[in-house]
């Protein structure tokens, strides 16, 4: 069965995290694309540095909080930045090894950003995704 979803990005800049990560998602089938992001920046770029955002919008990208660089914390600025329609459509989640209450609270004035800790599970995998794209799935 195909994967209800069209598009996952996921920014993490630990190779192993992202490999398993990617192998979780490839076997469940809950995407046809998987891109994978080492610097948060480059995501972002990548994402909605063309166009109006809109076009190549993902419907579901993960960030870890602590990166090199532009920081996940960083990255959900620059995501709140983007005018709502593009924010619509792609649902935020923030995958993290922290548990630290200023992390968590820091990502709590983000709107509709999810927050996962890590690893990625199916079981956190099949919340997230009931939680946010149930319509998705019922149709797929």
């Given at each position: 069965?195909?994967?209800?979803?069209?598009?996952?990005?996921?920014?993490?800049?630990?190779?192993?995290?992202s490999?398993?990560?990617?192998?979780?998602?490839?076997?469940?089938?809950?995407?046809?694309?998987?891109?994978?992001?080492?610097?948060a920046?480059?995501?972002?770029?990548?994402?909605w540095?063309?166009?109006?955002?809109?076009?190549?919008?993902p419907?579901?990208v993960?960030v870890?909080?602590?990166?090199?660089?532009v920081?996940?914390?960083?990255f959900?600025?620059?995501?709140?930045?983007?005018?709502?329609?593009?924010?619509?459509?792609?649902v935020?989640?923030?995958?993290?090894?922290?548990?630290?209450?200023?992390?968590?609270?820091?990502?709590?004035?983000?709107?509709?950003?999810?927050?996962?800790t890590k690893?990625?599970?199916e079981?956190?995998?099949?919340?997230?995704?009931?939680?946010?794209?149930?319509?998705?799935?019922?149709?797929?």
């Amino acid at each position: 069965m195909p994967g209800p979803l069209t598009h996952i990005v996921l920014v993490d800049d630990n190779e192993t995290t992202s490999f398993l990560n990617n192998r979780l998602l490839a076997r469940l089938g809950t995407a046809r694309q998987v891109s994978t992001f080492a610097r948060a920046d480059e995501a972002f770029e990548a994402v909605w540095g063309h166009d109006d955002g809109t076009a190549a919008a993902p419907d579901l990208v993960f960030v870890d909080l602590k990166m090199p660089g532009v920081s996940g914390f960083e990255f959900l600025q620059m995501y709140t930045a983007l005018p709502a329609p593009v924010q619509e459509k792609t649902v935020m989640a923030v995958l993290t090894t922290s548990l630290h209450s200023a992390d968590t609270a820091r990502v709590a004035q983000y709107p509709n950003v999810e927050y996962l800790t890590k690893p990625l599970t199916e079981e956190k995998l099949e919340k997230l995704l009931a939680k946010r794209f149930a319509g998705n799935l019922a149709a797929a």
